[in-house]
């Protein structure tokens, strides 16, 4: 069976947690498949773990467009290239043109991976303008037409039903992400911290991600203001994703360090080795995110053996047991899209509060933590997900 797996993200580029499943997946699915991954970007090593990868770059005449059309072309430029397989699997609407043409050009089944939709990140439209437009388009076409979704978790499929009432609720399965535990596990060395400007003698709150509008950094900065004054916040957080974001962060940072010390800001992507002894050696991890349709970092966390507090929201209850391996803060919010908490203040109130509970008492937190790696080894292995998934791929090919 030859598998052709699509996704902008590949290592070694690779940025968010749809990057991390793509990657982690193809690792586990290369020696049970013929499997090819078509990867946006620059040139990188042609074989993976035993997948054959080819790369695309955004073709000559349309540099300078808008982004969302650079897609569409780069897509174009894939589509000829799956011609023999058995099924094409796309990741992110970046993907989802090339793999719906290639469906329709060839007569093969499309699945697609839902790690995120385009109507719930209508900030988007601030990156893309009229590219928003056109991403929605892209990803509202693909999915009407394929043969399977693959969903994240169970709120992701709630969502999709949601998004998209048309789609058959049949054709949406929920397969979890993973996480290598054997990769992301406790680092007791802390060698890397000091060139980081973190105090490992010293409680830390740490958060990792892009600044997004779903992330919610500025819910967590306006929180960090109620913790005691020897906690450090640390935000491994890469560019933000507008000018208008990047400055609503950089005076939260600047009003936090106006008040207390360390408030340390890692804005280069750290290497896991380095990664993994900032999150062990955290007290606890933070997500505050208004959408999160699964939220590996929650997972990395977790397989590190450090104790998370989290939105309760999207597919993080999935991953997070309250009480258990962190703790779960409620969020209530509007039904625009846009993820926004219909109490803000009330929000970074209980958010903050959470983290101080965690905070106070440092051996519950360790107790969390280690409760937290056994249920990312038990519950989240990526053997049972290859699994999962080539039963989609079956059902998918048996179908067409």
């Known amino acids: 069976m030859r598998i052709d797996i699509i996704s902008k993200e590949f290592p070694p580029t690779i940025y968010g947690g749809a990057g991390v499943h793509v990657a982690e997946l193809s690792r586990v699915l290369a020696p049970l498949v013929d499997l090819r991954v078509h990867a946006?970007?620059?040139?990188?090593?042609?074989?993976?773990?035993?997948?054959?990868?080819?790369?695309?770059?955004?073709?000559?005449?349309?540099?300078?467009?808008?982004?969302?059309?650079?897609?569409?072309?780069?897509?174009?430029?894939i589509v000829g290239n799956l011609a023999q397989a058995d099924l094409v699997h796309s990741h992110t609407w970046y993907a989802n043109m090339a793999g719906h043409l290639g469906s329709l050009l060839h007569g093969i089944p499309h699945v697609v991976s839902a790690h995120s939709l385009e109507p719930l990140r209508p900030w988007k439209a601030e990156q893309l303008g009229g590219g928003y437009a056109l991403s929605s388009w892209a990803e509202s076409t693909a999915y009407?037409?394929?043969a399977a979704i693959i969903a994240v978790s169970d709120g992701m499929r709630r969502d999709i039903l949601r998004a998209y009432p048309d789609v058959d609720p049949g054709r949406v399965h929920v397969v979890h992400n993973g996480i290598d535990v054997d990769a992301w596990s406790p680092e007791p060395g802390t060698d890397a911290l000091a060139g980081l400007g973190i105090d490992p003698e010293r409680r830390s709150v740490v958060f990792v991600g892009r600044i997004t509008r779903q992330k919610g950094v500025p819910y967590l900065l306006r929180a960090a203001a109620h913790l005691p004054e020897d906690v450090q916040l640390v935000l491994c957080a890469g560019a933000a994703d507008t000018p208008e974001l990047a400055a609503e962060v950089g005076r939260l940072i600047e009003g936090l360090r106006a008040t207390r010390s360390g408030v340390v800001v890692i804005e280069r992507m750290l290497p896991r080795d380095e990664l993994t002894q900032v999150l062990s050696q955290a007290t606890v991890f933070a997500c505050p995110s208004v959408y999160e349709p699964l939220g590996i970092v929650n997972l990395e966390a977790m397989a590190c053996g450090t104790a998370v507090v989290a939105s309760a929201t999207g597919g993080i209850p999935e991953v997070v047991v309250d009480g258990e391996t962190g703790y779960l803060v409620p969020l209530e919010q509007t039904q625009d899209g846009t993820g926004?908490?219909?109490?803000?203040?009330?929000f970074v109130v209980a958010f903050a509060?959470?983290?101080?509970?965690?905070?106070?008492?440092?051996?519950?937190?360790?107790?969390?933590?280690?409760?937290?790696?056994?249920r990312a080894a038990e519950h989240f292995s990526w053997t049972a997900i290859a699994e999962k998934t080539l039963e989609v791929y079956r059902n998918a090919i048996a179908g067409a």
């Open 340 to 346: 926004t908490p219909l109490d803000p203040e009330g």
């Open 144 to 146: 009407h037409a394929a």
């Open 353 to 374: 509060a959470a983290l101080n509970r965690a905070l106070e008492d440092p051996e519950r937190a360790r107790a969390m933590g280690a409760a937290g790696r056994r």
């Open 40 to 77: 946006f970007g620059d040139p990188r090593p042609d074989d993976y773990h035993g997948a054959h990868v080819s790369s695309y770059g955004v073709p000559a005449e349309l540099d300078g467009a808008n982004p969302a059309v650079q897609t569409l072309g780069t897509d174009l430029s």
